[in-house]
């Protein structure tokens, strides 16, 4: 409910906006014409602009009966905020400027023992100027005599803001104001409490409230400012806030800024090129390299101490300090704060310590649960990898159990417990060797050996050195196998199997498969080469005998010319890469062999170096070598038994 008094300040408010809008009256054409003039007169943009329609405009027809609308217009005041701080015009940069308070001035009356004094402030804004009569006004109603009333003129033309002498007063000590303090318990507040003076009685000024604060023990946290206004507008009777402690502060613990997510429950999917999210791109594994810094102690901070008005010092707690969390495979830089990675691996807290593990477990399957694996170290699957998922690892990968239609690819070595089962797809890629029971319609490659216990069927396996298939059931049946030393099982081909096995020796796989390719290129080029040079040669005679040839053929036989330069480049460019591949087959001094240690069934084909024989007749327990360029069958060689042994002692049996 609005009593009367905030009714009376409403009313004066209103009216002093009332005052403060300027209005003109703009005449045009059209609308936007009269507001655009409306704009001009008032100096301000149009969106600043209010009006009325006072005449509506006609066209009129035929120039008769054309009429101006005519407009009263204003410019909208805006003084105060939106919730939020927002500026209540809405408006752009102009708007969002800081709104100035429209503030009439005044005059301010000081009776001291020295005289009566008056201050007079200019407005702000719109507000109105104090005028001569108010402030002589002022002083009379203070009791003041002797008015100097050229001073005051003067004074309220300048509106300087500070007190002069205006005249003389009848002056009364008993009338004069008196303040006192009071200090609640915990001395964090002081406030004053004024009496008003009497007829004849002087009014205090900053300076009094200031000692007599000091002299009340009052010494920190006075508002000084608020002081200045409070003397020249003293709220009577009433405690008033003049001075404020400070509440002390404690400092902020140390903390760890950790550079990694260390919640592992968090899944980071990851958006495709498509826009769609790949739940088999997971992000669970957080790889680091080696240097990479991990995590941050931010010191402790010091507490900033309180005081109270009085004075006294309220003691703050100093942060605490923390130790740094470190684990296995990190240490501490230079600077003595920053956890640095020892080595490539999985960042992980454990136990509250920052650890880098140079083997990631995955227990049970990769499949939709875990996503995609992709690790800075060696990787173990308890389970299986199953159908459209990959794992790399920059160190090894060992599987338990099955490997499906997948992506294995390691740096190191791939150690499959089980089996194989590409399904004729995907791809497992070691660095160095492979291990597994058995390889099934899949491609397989490796940088060192592979390894089988069980058999290989319908699969294309590569090594760069051996591949080596022994155990009760080492067969090999269909399929492409190349190995630059070996290729060593118990049974090659199959009885009955029209399936084609091919094995090939005395090679790197890899630069043989290259040279093939340098190889079908280079023809590629040479058949086009030859094709353009015949359709070049044609326009070259036809240009000769007319002297000139249409635009569009003269066009056509430029175009020829630049692909004859361009592929007579790429021929040259893939002879030097032939060579070179030749050049590092040469340099191989691979003896190649096949061995098998049971039998050899007719339709086995076996490549060594540049020799071929495709197999008749059954043969038991053979090694076919090359030897003066032909292809011999001799006695049955036994791999070296330090080959059959895998990493941390695994054996493919």
Known sequence: MVDFVRLQHIVKEQLDHDRAVRIVEARGPTLEQAVAEASTLLDVPVRRLEYEISERGAAGFLGTGKKDWAIRAYERLYTGKKKGGGDLSGDGAEESAPVI????????????????????????????????????????????????????????????????????????????SIVSVEIPEGEMKAFVRVTPPGTGGCDLSVETYLSFLRNNRVMYGVNEEFLRDFADKPVYREPVLVAEGSRPVDGRDAYIQYNFETDQTKVRLREGSNGRVDFKELNIIQNVVENQPLAKKIPAENGTVGRTVTGKVIPAKNGKETNLPVGKNVHVGEDGVTIIADINGQVVVVGGKINVEPVYTVQGDVNLKTGNIIFLGTVIITGNVEDGFSVKAAGNIEVNGTVEKAVLDAEGDIIVH??????????????????????????????????????????????????ICQGKKAHIVGGRLRASEEINAKVLGSATSGTETIFEVGFD??????????????????????????????????????????????????????????????????????????????????????????????????????????????????TFILENGLIRVTKYEEPDESIKKGPDGYTAN
């Not at 002022?138 to 007190?163: S, W």
């Not at 058949?527 to 000769?544: M, R």
Request: net charge positive; glycine share 8%; hydrophobic share 35%.
């Open 101 to 176: 308070e429209d503030r009439d001035g005044d005059a301010f009356v000081h009776l001291s023992a020295d005289g009566a004094f008056l201050k007079v402030v200019s407005p702000k804004g719109r507000g109105r100027r104090v005028t001569d009569t108010a402030a002589v006004q002022a002083l009379q109603d203070r009791g003041v005599e002797n008015i100097d009333t050229a001073q005051v003129a003067r004074m309220v033309r300048e509106a300087a803001g500070t007190y002069f002498r205006a005249g003389d007063f009848q002056h009364r000590p008993v009338n004069d």
């Open 418 to 467: 089980q089996g194989i089962t590409g399904k004729s797809g995907g791809l497992v890629r070691a660095g160095r060797s492979i291990w597994a029971r058995f390889i099934e319609n899949a491609v397989v490659e490796a940088g060192n050996m592979v390894v089988v216990s069980d058999g290989i069927i319908n699969s294309q396996v590569d090594a760069f050195k051996r591949i």
């Open 509 to 622: 796989p890899k630069s043989k498969e290259e040279l093939e390719k340098l190889t079908a290129a280079k023809e590629t080029a040479e058949k086009q080469l030859e094709e353009t040079q015949l359709n070049l040669q044609t326009l070259i005679n036809i240009k000769k005998q007319r002297k000139s040839l249409p635009e569009d053929k003269e066009a056509y036989m430029k175009e020829l010319m630049d692909k004859r330069q361009f592929l007579m480049g790429d021929i040259k460019k893939a002879g030097e890469g032939i060579q070179k591949v030749q050049e590092f087959l040469n340099t191989l001094k691979t003896r190649g062999k096949v061995s098998a240690s049971s039998k050899v069934y007719p339709g086995v084909k076996i490549l060594i170096r540049d020799a071929r024989d495709d197999v008749r007749t059954e043969y038991r327990a053979v």
